[in-house]
């Protein structure tokens, strides 16, 4: 694969579309009274570091 193919092959991928599910589609059954929303409608997310070991107060294992 050619330098040139490559950056294509690479974009290409970056700019995939999200197919969403129609319902028929969704072989999860939910029970009655549950609903489907977003991750972040119900809480926070965050991504994680590595604590600096100059820290005293860091948990060690």
Known sequence: ?????????????????????????NINQLPEGWKWVKLGEVCHTTSGGTPSRREPNVMTI
């Open 1 to 25: 694969m050619s330098k040139d193919q490559y950056i294509v092959a690479s974009l290409e991928k970056r700019h995939r579309t999200i197919q969403i599910m129609t319902e028929e589609e």
